[in-house]
């Protein structure tokens, strides 16, 4: 392995991981995306023509491999899986307790939105990207992006409370 990719998956690695993790909700998957993620730029790293950052490329690499396993059988596949399985096993009182833990209001708001608009909102609040840059990623016009960070945050608004609201309320772009 080349030096160059070692310090890319570095300085990306983690971030990459954590958006992957907010489109499929499961580590090891998310950890799957990546390393796809850096494999796929390790075959084509001639391709990158640096109009943007790396980090921007490496974003949209994760961004459509997380949008390539949404779609594809093996996550239907999972998750029927997984429904089975918690529905033939009760969860034991610890358990309970650590998923009460690991899910908070805005989280369990932010995964029930459609996959269009839960990653504007990932990638605007949570990744700190411009509309630009989310525009460039998405492969659509600023002003759509725009439109479905407005309409996620009407969708958001009737599902939190006034307090939990607060941090989206503000519409600057």
């Given at each position: ?49 640096q109009r ?88 659509c016009a ?32």
């Amino acid at each position: 392995m080349s030096e160059h990719l070692e310090e890319v998956m570095e300085e990306h690695g983690e971030y990459c991981l954590r958006v992957a993790y907010l489109y499929v909700k499961d580590w090891t998957i998310a950890e799957e995306i990546v390393q796809d993620v850096f494999f796929a730029y390790y075959r084509q790293r001639d391709r990158f023509e640096q109009r943007s950052s790396l980090k921007t490329y490496l974003v949209k690499i994760t961004v459509h491999k997380s949008h390539d396993y949404l779609r594809s059988w093996k996550n239907k596949r999972h998750e029927l899986f997984e429904k089975i399985h918690i529905g033939a096993n009760k969860r034991t009182p610890e358990m309970t307790l650590l998923a009460k833990d690991e899910q908070n209001t805005l989280t369990i708001a932010l995964f029930g939105l459609p996959i269009t608009y839960r990653e504007v909102i990932i990638l605007y609040y949570y990744q700190e990207l411009k509309v630009r840059e989310i525009a460039d990623i998405l492969l659509c016009a600023e002003n759509t992006v725009k439109t479905r960070l407005h309409r996620a945050r009407k969708m958001l608004q009737s599902k939190l409370n006034p307090s939990d609201w607060e941090v989206l309320m503000d519409d600057s772009f």
